[in-house]
């Protein structure tokens, strides 16, 4: 069976830890994997904008030995009506695996339905697989280095978009709380959150911050406004009504008070300060962003090996 990583309840909680060790120990040891996918080429195709995704598969297909393609869909005949079927048919007979930024998560999902090789999800508009699991690399490094989460509470403050959507999987995988504060109209997608549920998560939705953030271990957050709606995209809303929805729920100095005393702030990036979260906040002590987005990397050379079926670290 071809293994693409469309999602992270796509996989059990052995595999994802699994990956996870994988990713630590090709962090510390990058050399050990530094043949892993020798002679392999692996596409990146992107229908949206990236600055952390497109380098990071690009230097770790690299790193692994492998040739990377960077793509993008106005530059091949997909952007002219190609069939995404088509597509996928004629790239697996050239590449090894693919990477895609898609506007939509059917998108991903026809892409790997059609083709015979390992298709990643570079994120969509429903989920960013890849992030939340550089997301939990990082926690696991600060806070559960023998990659027990059971006793943390992570928080995610803002919107419950696609990333929020990939953090309520991974407490179903992974085993710790998550509480989502949200605006009432800007909650996750209901059937992700009772799937999740269903699988074991302990998932709670709130719509007040404050008692959302008290005594949080992990404090996390996004942009307010993605890239599908900025772009007038598929995802357009109106920004400034979404903004005053999600005032309350920025991440202030006042709020980060309330978590644990050694809580740590998380955000994907790109960060917007005053807006998401204060800058002294993302600029501050608890901040591990920069870790974070490194661990993109780490994390995506494991699902890369672990797709491929190279999964053994070294
Ligand atoms: N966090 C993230 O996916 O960043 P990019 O949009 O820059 O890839």
Redesign the pocket.
Known sequence: MIRHFIDIADYSSDQLRQMIQDALVMKARPASVSAKLSGMNIALLFEK??????ISFEVGVNQLGATPLVLDNKGMQLGRGETVADTAKVMSRYVDAIMIRAENHDTVLELSHHASIPVING?TNQS?PC?VMADVMTVAEKKAPDLNFAHLHIVWLGDGNNVAHSWIEAAAAFGFTLTLATPDALRPDASIVAKAKAAGGVIHLSNDPALAITDADVVVTDTWISMGASMGGAEHIDAAAHKNMLEPFRVTTQLMELAAPDAIFMH???VYRGNEADAEVVDGAQSVIWDEAENRLHAQKAIMCFCLDKNNAG
């Open positions: 904008p990236s600055t952390r995704t497109r994120l960013h992030q994907c990036l790109p």
